[in-house]
Nanobody, 115 residues
Framework: QVQLVESGGGVVQPGGSLRLACGTS????????MAWYRQAPGRLRELVASSVNSGSTYYPSSVQGRFTISRDNVKNILYLQMDSVKPEDTAVYLC?????????WGQGTQVTVSS
């Protein structure tokens, strides 16, 4: 089993930066695939970044060049660095992990981009 706890959300102005963190209850190097998703009111849940423990990452075009996913294998934390944020980035951001053929989700952290 894997427990995930997100933190770092808040209110940020357009063009600003924010870093989200996802603490894991297991060694993050043992988790093959982890990802950040987001969900805005009335919209489907959307993948924003994914990471495999070999080092490969993926970003959809909506965040490519602005968001960066990374792992801290010592602290067992998954990060999402959000730069040049836009109002359309406003959503609840959720951490997800695939471990032993099961999916695990955190409770989410709210990010609001507003002036």
């Amino acid at each position: 089993q894997v427990q995930l706890v997100e933190s770092g959300g808040g209110v940020v102005q357009p063009g600003g930066s924010l870093r989200l963190a996802c603490g894991t209850s297991r060694s993050i190097s043992d988790i093959y695939h982890m990802a950040w998703y987001r969900q805005a009111p009335g919209r489907l849940r959307e993948l924003v970044a994914s990471s495999v423990n070999s080092g490969s990452t993926y970003y959809p075009s909506s965040v490519q060049g602005r968001f960066t996913i990374s792992r801290d294998n010592v602290k067992n934390i998954l990060y999402l660095q959000m730069d040049s944020v836009k109002p359309e980035d406003t959503a609840v951001y959720l951490c997800q992990a695939d471990y032993n053929q099961r999916q695990y989700w955190g409770q989410g952290t709210q990010v609001t981009v507003s002036s």
